[in-house]
Nanobody, 128 residues
Framework: QVQLVESGGGLTQAGGSLRLSCAAY????????MGWFRQAPGKERESVAA????????YYADSVKGRFTISRDDAKNTVYLQMNSLKPEDTAVYYC?????????????????????WGQGTLVTVSS
């Protein structure tokens, strides 16, 4: 079991930027795809971005494509989500998640497959 701890959320104005971090404890993430998800009040959780085990490929929700960038630093056992040009509709609790198997790719995570371990979430609020 791996523990994931998100940080970096906060309040910003529309057009601003934030960088979220997901630090992992108890498992080396270097062989696993990783993903970011979010949930706004009254809405279901949605996939935001996912990255392959080696960082060679990434997938993004259409709503964030071109604005968000997912990356990873295996030396720090950490995954990041750089969020630029933030919009009020981006307001949500953001979670990172790890799959149960190294077989899972980022495309699987974007379809909510193989997801096993979740962080506690970090709140992002974007004002108009």
């Amino acid at each position: 079991q791996v523990q994931l701890v998100e940080s970096g959320g906060g309040l910003t104005q529309a057009g601003g930027s934030l960088r979220l971090s997901c630090a992992a404890y108890g498992r080396t993430l270097s062989n696993y795809a990783m993903g970011w998800f979010r949930q706004a009040p009254g809405k279901e959780r949605e996939s935001v971005a996912a990255i392959s085990w080696n960082g060679g490929s990434a997938y993004y929700a259409d709503s964030v494509k071109g604005r968000f960038t997912i990356s990873r630093d295996d030396a720090k056992n950490t995954v990041y989500l750089q969020m630029n040009s933030l919009k009020p509709e981006d307001t949500a609790v953001y979670y990172c998640a790890a799959p149960s198997t190294v077989v899972a790719g980022p495309e699987d995570l974007m379809r909510n497959r193989y997801l096993e371990d979740w962080g506690q979430g970090t709140l992002v609020t974007v004002s108009s």
